[in-house]
């Protein structure tokens, strides 16, 4: 169950559109949070402050951060948002969006990258630009993971350094360009305004170690919508090196499990070296690894997984970066 504690906001550590990272100190001394000011509105120091404190005292690692849940410095507030579809519903941080949704039943062929990881957005993103730097990328931000894309530094950076053109939200997600309600309405929205499209959870994810039990069993989902809509379906693996569990070690089980539930149509699937993947209703391109990590460098991106800069476990990012080539030889 949740727990809440207040305390006092002590510093403003960082801004920007629709989220303030802060120090609170609820009784022992600062301690990191972050504000969804789209939700609750903006803090400032000296503010008493009701703080969601569940994932650190749970002692979780991605996504394991305070959350303020309401600034006691005021009495009311209200956004100047006049959407109509509510997300998060039934929630009390419930939001209310602008969904414009879309007529289109078919994205015509348009390359859609899915992978399970949100740090592996970023190998995609960079090995497409690199190949073909005059298409339009957009990523579709699934609701596996965090809900609000704000939360993104990662998102942030790729908007920035212009190796993402345009982002939708999706399903619960929130906070994107472009709001969508479900993964098929996100899929047509981003094939009007791009050539490519990559589509992954956002920051964070849940696992049980069970064979069904993770959030990126989604992949398998994304994929089948993709090929529904007469797109380009092309799989991101999750293989490490270095990841110090059994299960991901090698070729992931949730690569392994998700792909083997994707059953519409036959998925392209793209293999760096040290990475093997047979299976009957799909089809394995081999693709040379880019050095990925070693552009991440000469753009100035800080990309990690888990922890582990991908300079420590590069399988994990040229499998992103094999699906971003392949992506961008599709793009007429």
Not at 239 to 247: E, G, K, L, V
């Amino acid at each position: 169950m949740p727990s809440f504690r207040t305390g006092i906001v002590t510093e403003i550590v960082a801004t920007r559109a629709a989220l303030q990272r802060v120090l609170v100190d609820l009784g022992s001394g600062p301690e990191p949070a972050f504000v969804l000011t789209e939700i609750i509105g903006t803090v400032a120091t000296g503010d008493r402050v009701v703080v969601n404190t569940t994932a650190v005292e749970l002692g979780l690692g991605t996504g394991g951060s305070h959350i303020v849940h309401w600034n006691l410095a005021r009495d009311s507030w209200r956004s100047d948002s006049v959407g109509h579809v509510m997300k998060m519903r039934y929630a009390s941080g419930q939001v209310d969006v602008d969904a414009p949704g879309s007529e289109l039943m078919s994205i015509s062929g348009t390359p859609v990258v899915v992978a399970g990881l949100h740090s592996q957005v970023a190998a995609v993103a960079v090995a497409f630009k690199d190949a073909r730097p005059d298409a339009r990328l957009a990523y579709v931000m699934t609701d596996g993971g965090a809900l609000p894309i704000a939360l993104s530094d990662l998102v942030c950076e790729l908007r920035a350094g212009g190796l993402i053109d345009v982002t939708v939200t999706a399903g619960h997600a929130f906070g994107g360009d472009v709001e969508a309600v479900s993964i098929y309405d996100a899929l047509a929205i981003a094939s009007e305004q791009a050539d490519a499209i990559v589509v992954a959870m956002g920051p964070g994810g849940a696992g049980t170690g069970t064979a069904l039990g993770f959030s990126a069993i989604e992949v398998g989902n994304a994929l089948d919508a993709a090929a529904t809509l007469g797109g380009n379906p092309i799989a991101v693996l999750r293989a490490s090196a270095r990841d110090p569990r059994a299960r991901h070690q090698g070729l992931s089980h949730h690569s392994e499990t998700a792909l083997t539930l994707a059953t519409r149509a036959t998925v392209t699937v793209p293999t760096p070296p040290g990475v093997q993947w047979t299976h009957p209703g799909h089809s394995a391109v081999p693709v040379e690894n880019v050095g990925i990590a070693a552009r991440f460098a000469e753009r100035g991106l800080s990309v990690e997984s888990m922890g582990r800069p991908a300079a420590e476990d590069p399988l994990l990012f040229e499998c992103g970066a094999a699906a971003g080539v392949l992506a961008a030889r599709a793009v007429p």
